[in-house]
């Protein structure tokens, strides 16, 4: 008995485009349908804030405590902001040197360490020489 060949799972051009086509054509439909409903589907999620009525008692009460609460939160955020300035001001400060001596006297023990440290390995180096040549 002969096997059959798998069938070709290729699509001609044709066939894609209307595919395409057609997907096309299904979401724009969609879309028109979410236009029409526009308004009334995106009013349904969101609440107004009626405020409080005129009749409830103790209302100024009520608004004077809000009031107290909000000013509260914004003097704690001020706070928390006017801190991390003073924290970067004073990480500036600390990170830059504030004069040319200052900047100076930084460069001078920077290029003391370097020679040190270079000299150091120049002079290993030297020794391992010497040592080879003497074997």
Do not use: C
């Not at 003097?75 to 300035?85: D, F, G, S, T, V």
């Amino acid at each position: 008995m002969v096997k059959k060949k798998p069938q070709s799972k290729r699509k001609t051009l044709a066939d894609k485009h209307k595919v395409e086509r057609k997907v096309r054509d299904h979401k724009k439909k969609l879309r028109k349908e979410a236009k029409k409903m526009g308004a009334a589907s995106h009013r349904k999620g969101i609440k107004k804030d009626i405020g409080i009525p005129n009749l409830w008692p103790f209302k100024e009460e009520l608004l004077q405590s809000l009031e107290r609460k909000k000013a509260k939160v914004e003097e704690e955020k001020e706070r928390q902001k006017e801190a991390r300035r003073r924290e970067l001001e004073k990480r500036r400060k600390s990170d830059t040197p504030m004069s040319i001596a200052s900047l100076s006297r930084d460069v001078l023990a920077r290029t003391m360490a370097y020679e040190r440290t270079h000299n150091d390995e120049e002079e290993e180096e030297e020794e391992e020489e010497r040592e080879r040549e003497r074997e």
